[in-house]
């Protein structure tokens, strides 16, 4: 037990997690990410764990990026980058959930296009 450690309810387990990321270059770099758990895991469950979590989020962030140009949003001001984050989830989810079999940036684009699809993206989800 850490003197003066800081109450952290449900904490269990810290992990440490070594990645190596070796670029087009051939240059290799480490790094160390310390992880909070809610419960002990083994070393082979709590890679595929954290593997999981990124699959996840650069998937989450790739699309927010490349469908909704994320990253070039310039809001600074008061509530509103958090305001426009929830929207392009919103719309995210929207149009992730429809069920055509087409990419989210193409489906974007046909509800800009198309009044009609624009409708059917929110009534079919009734």
């Given amino acids: 037990r850490l ?9 269990k387990a810290i992990g440490r997690v070594e990645a190596l990321r070796t670029t087009a270059d051939g240059k290799t770099t480490t790094s160390v990410r310390y992880i909070a758990l809610s419960k002990v895991l083994t070393p082979n469950k709590l890679a595929e764990t954290v593997r999981a979590h990124w699959t996840i989020e650069n998937q989450l962030h790739w699309s927010l990026d490349v ?3 994320e990253d070039d949003a310039r809001t600074r001001k008061d509530y ?10 919103l ?4 149009l992730a959930a429809h069920p055509l079999d087409k990419p989210i ?5 046909r509800a800009n296009w198309s009044k009609d699809f624009f409708y059917e993206l929110f009534t079919h989800m009734r």
Wanted: contains cysteine; hydrophobic residues 45%; charged residues 20%.
């Fill in 3 to 11: 003197k003066d450690a800081p109450a952290c309810p449900g904490l």
């Fill in 67 to 69: 469908v909704f140009h």
């Fill in 80 to 89: 509103a980058p958090q305001n426009l984050a929830v929207i392009r989830r």
């Fill in 91 to 94: 719309a995210q989810n929207i």
């Fill in 105 to 109: 940036a193409s489906k974007m684009r």
